[in-house]
């Protein structure tokens, strides 16, 4: 018996999408009328390469270059996967066999036709290259030794994926929209390889997709430009182009979209927030995101591998205090890895501030004077905001932590290298199920330096997850959905109690946009940013 693609996509259990509010009647951008430009944050931007991409901005931009053989419709994220470069798929009894059949007629930004053999390349490098969101496909059994046999083009219409074990539906397929999955232009990348490197050196800064923007210029820390690719199979996008500026500052975002020097900020704080919607022309769109505010303790550390400490740490955040007043309106207190709207989301909030059960739990520990500790943090707005509210209530149970910023490349390269003591960041998924954030946060196959599990959170922090490992496995596999969530809820209160992370807050994202800006899409709680419907 073979299952058709009305299999059900991953429950939303809340509304994604939330309304534009302060709304004020049209007013033109300075702009010209067929660019977007983009204030925004991308400084954590390290390659354009979609098989090796695993920043927040890299999504964003493989969103609007690549195509992957299923994708979210921007329009309603509810409806779920749906056909992109592939047109329909089944699935075998045994659930281990994906069939899908490629759509007739799409093409690269560079004319060659889009085959199954291009997807089969696709995730065969992703694969190959080893880079770090190679786990998201690797988890289904996928290996250097076996990938042209579990990876294969049957012929131009049809490619196989075929899984190491029966895993629940929803849960390949959903990895199937994840950024690594992108498809990419075989015969392009080819003639760009480099001493066997899969065109990987070429394609960190040029493109090879067939989405509706082709990459025209990046450059690094300063400005990322797409333009409209004429060979996309779609409507042609509005805006010929698009340019995403880096502007850090949110008080210069705002002073730009006022001008109309720029038509979406997406990096203001609450008092520029409410500052710009009083301005002429001006609106503000609201939309529940999935990225996850946290802090995280590196278990390598004597300190902070004590139980006591790691439980004393939970108590000396001001989860209230911060969402009250410079992350209001823009975060949410939420305590549990799996975002709200997730299948198995946990809305259980076990802590709050309190600095003299923190300081009890401290003296339980031999630490009742305290101790230094140094944080990493990203320079950005509410990252470092965060950072220093806790240098203030840490400095209340006699721990003096100091601040050590640096950009996003340099603050994740210090992290995946163990090279820390307490991180404060985000994490975003990968993909919309419950694993991608189970997969990250509550499993670590092997604790060792040398295993270099780098995609995967436990492993960064060096917590070898014991018990959690096999727990989290083992929910990917249930095809009871009902099951399935609970099995996620268990796990998510056991983390809440035991791991090395202070998860803090959900992301609630505003973006302000000159009043003229329609379509545009922030890819709520599952996905990232689409400029393809985008009009003015």
Request: aromatic residues 10%; contains cysteine.
């Amino acid at each position: 018996m073979l299952f058709g693609k009305t299999i059900a996509a991953l429950s939303l259990t809340t509304a994604l999408v939330m309304p534009m509010i302060g709304a004020i009647p049209a007013a033109y951008a300075e702009t010209p009328p067929n660019m977007l430009v983009v204030a925004a944050e991308i400084d954590d931007l390290i390659s354009l390469d979609p098989q090796e991409m695993f920043e927040f901005s890299g999504s964003d931009y493989a969103n609007n270059v690549y195509q992957r053989l299923i994708a979210y419709d921007p329009k309603d994220f509810s409806k779920g996967y749906q056909p992109a470069i592939a047109e329909s798929w089944e699935i075998s009894e045994d659930g281990k066999t994906f069939t899908f059949k490629i759509a007739e007629g799409l093409k690269f930004a560079s004319g060659n036709p889009v085959t199954a053999s291009d997807v089969a390349f696709s995730l065969r490098r992703a694969v190959l290259l080893k880079k770090t969101p190679s786990f998201i496909l690797t988890q289904f059994g996928f290996t250097e030794e076996n990938a042209s046999e579990t990876l294969m083009a049957k012929d131009d219409g049809t490619f196989v994926l075929v899984t190491d074990k029966k895993y629940a539906p929803s849960f390949v397929l959903n990895c199937m929209t994840a950024a690594i999955a992108s498809i990419v232009d075989s015969k392009l990348v080819l003639e760009n390889e480099v001493d066997g490197d899969l065109g990987n050196g070429w394609l960190k800064t040029n493109s090879a997709g067939s989405g509706p923007y082709q990459l025209t210029s990046w450059k690094p820390n300063e400005s990322l430009t797409i333009s409209a690719n004429p060979n996309f199979s779609g409507d042609a996008p509005a805006m010929n182009r698009v340019v995403v500026r880096h502007i850090a500052e949110s008080a210069s975002q705002r002073l730009l979209l006022e001008k109309g020097d720029v038509d979406i900020v997406r990096n203001l704080s609450p008092e520029d927030v409410s500052g710009v919607l009083k301005s002429e022309g001006v609106k503000v769109m609201t939309d529940q995101r999935g990225r996850i505010m946290y802090i995280s303790m590196n278990q390598q550390d004597p300190t902070l591998s004590k139980p006591k400490v790691i439980e004393a740490i939970k108590y000396l955040i001001d989860y209230d205090g911060m969402v009250n007043s410079f992350l209001k309106g823009q975060y949410m207190v939420h305590q549990a890895y799996l975002p709200l709207s997730y299948l198995g989301e946990l809305k259980d909030k076990p802590y709050s501030f309190n600095i003299e059960k923190a300081k009890a739990l401290l003296a339980e520990s031999g630490l009742a004077d305290g101790f230094e500790v140094e944080f990493i943090v990203r320079t950005a707005q509410e990252r470092v905001e965060i950072a220093q509210s806790l240098q203030n209530t840490f400095g209340q149970a006699g721990i003096k932590a100091s601040i050590v910023q640096g950009t996003g490349k340099e603050t994740l390269g210090k992290y995946r290298a163990r090279d820390f003591q307490i991180y404060v960041g985000a994490w975003g998924p990968d993909y919309p199920d419950p694993h991608t954030n189970a997969d990250t946060f509550t499993s670590n196959p092997d604790n060792s330096f040398e295993a270099k599990l780098t995609g995967k959170l436990a492993w960064r922090n060096a917590w070898a997850a014991d018990g959690y490992t096999e727990r989290t496995a083992a929910a990917a596999q249930e095809t009871d959905t009902a099951k399935r969530a609970e099995m996620y809820v268990q796990l998510q209160k056991d983390f809440q109690k035991e791991a090395p992370f202070a998860i803090m807050f959900q992301k609630t994202e505003q973006n302000a946009l000159r009043a003229n800006v329609e379509g545009y899409s922030i890819g709520a709680a599952i996905s990232a940013v689409y400029y393809g419907n985008v009009t003015k």
